[in-house]
């Protein structure tokens, strides 16, 4: 159960919200029917991750694929064909409903922003072939489990030189017509740059959708993500709900924190979300702090009035 301070403070924020034009209050919203979590947030196997959403009454899930394709444990230790067996058996029964599914790639260092700048998603040339193998087993998976997108970080978008953002620009196209072949949409992650400049890039590769997530606004400083959903709601396929509250030294991360504790200003996100038309699946999303667990089930309670 809800605490008496978390109660008041989700209280007045969901009033606030529900006063808003076009906004029927988050219970009304996001519901059991359209809230899944990542799997990758729990830091467990699969079986794990089953028990864990059993308890909270959630059965949609973006499933990170890591743990049976290269690419690094980041998202998930390697698990065996079984596993997967036991995956296909419970999106076969109902037991899970799959939202999306998500890789990333083994090179990738978020130690700190300059890191994730240069060895983030698809910008580092020495291992663009490897990664291009990823992105192609990851977009097969994705077709043989049925999954409406894959999603994954694309990277600092470079637009320092026209041979750049050509280079950059061409491997999207690849991502996309990868996707494409295997009968699967494809989003992209935000965070890395802001929504003016994403929705001047996106219209250049036919077929892109955005994986909005907004406090990755907030960690790289991008601005503000109730903003941000108007000039990027033609492209927004799939939804975290992660909170975070920006940095007070320009040049490093913010901090990720609970859901609705941070400063993404959880009830107008939602509804500005509701205002322009999004209807699709929400997945909560928990990457730092030291209660995953407890944490996920705390956003699935603000989030659903349990």
Not at 42 to 48: E, G, N, R, V
Not at 125 to 142: F, P, R
């Amino acid at each position: 159960m809800m605490n008496r301070r978390d109660f008041l403070k989700y209280a007045a924020s969901a009033a606030a919200s529900a006063a808003l034009p076009g906004c029927a209050g988050d219970g009304r919203y996001v519901t059991s029917s359209n809230l899944g979590v990542c799997s990758w947030s729990y830091q467990k196997p699969l079986d794990k991750v089953a028990e864990e959403m059993k308890k909270i009454g959630l059965k949609r899930i973006h499933l990170a694929l890591q743990p049976f394709l290269e690419g690094g444990s980041r998202h998930g230790a390697a698990e065996g064909a079984d596993a997967l067996e036991r995956v296909k058996a419970r999106l076969a029964s109902g037991e899970w409903i799959l939202s999306a599914t998500m890789i990333g790639f083994p090179q990738e260092d978020y130690s700190t922003l300059d890191t994730i700048r240069k060895t983030g998603g698809i910008v580092p040339d020495d291992v663009w072939e490897a990664n291009k193998k990823i992105i192609v087993a990851g977009a097969k998976l994705s077709a043989e489990l049925k999954a409406p997108y894959l999603t994954m970080h694309a990277g600092f978008l470079d637009e320092s030189s026209p041979a750049a953002l050509k280079k950059y620009t061409d491997r999207i196209k690849f991502i996309v017509d990868a996707c494409g072949s295997a009968g699967v949409g494809v989003a992209f992650e935000t965070g890395q740059e802001t929504a003016a400049d994403l929705a001047k890039f996106l219209p250049s590769v036919p077929g892109a959708g955005v994986n909005f997530d907004p406090a990755n606004m907030i960690l790289y400083a991008k601005g503000s993500p109730v903003e941000a959903v108007r000039t990027l709601a033609p492209w927004i396929r799939h939804i975290h709900l992660k909170d975070a509250t920006f940095t007070k030294k320009p040049g490093t991360w913010g901090t990720e924190v609970p859901w609705g504790d941070g400063e993404v200003d959880a009830p107008r996100f939602l509804a500005e979300l509701k205002a322009v038309g999004y209807k699709g699946n929400f997945a909560i999303e928990r990457e730092g702090g030291n209660d995953r667990t407890g944490d996920i089930a705390l956003a699935a309670r603000r989030l659903l009035g349990a």
